[in-house]
């Protein structure tokens, strides 16, 4: 395992959740990190990701506005807050990444290493 993520739990809606990610192993300063999810039944789907020198962030169009992806080189850490917690963001969560060359990719197939996730669980 390469990457270590936690923080997950069981927050009512509208509630606050902030997850770490942490290089074990490896050094993430040069990487682009990204969380991806996955849900009951579903794909696993891009949330938000962050370059090395945290110059570029994106989100899924369904986080944008309540979740945060930043990142503490210094700490060897990537963490996303999230914030305003709806049902539907009910998953396991995996923080990804890959060497930094330049492009930012959203296909969880394209990241090289993964951390073992950690569930969240927003009640309504």
């Known amino acids: 395992v390469q990457l270590q993520a936690c923080g997950g739990g069981l927050v009512q809606a509208g509630g606050s959740l902030r997850l770490s990610c942490a290089g074990s192993g490896r050094t993430l300063s040069r990487d682009v990190v990204a969380w991806f999810r996955k849900g009951p039944g579903e794909e696993r789907e891009f949330v938000a990701g962050i370059s090395w020198s945290a110059a570029r962030t994106d989100y899924a169009d369904s986080v944008k506005g309540r979740f945060t992806v930043s990142r503490d080189n210094t700490k060897n850490a990537v963490y996303l807050q999230m914030d305003s917690l709806e049902p539907e963001d009910t998953a396991i969560y995996y923080c990804?990444?890959?060497?930094?060359?330049?492009?930012?990719?959203?296909?969880?197939?394209?990241?090289?290493?993964w951390g073992q996730g950690t569930q969240v669980t927003v009640s309504s």
């Open positions: 990804a990444a890959y060497y930094d060359r330049g492009s930012f990719y959203y296909s969880h197939r394209l990241y090289d290493y």
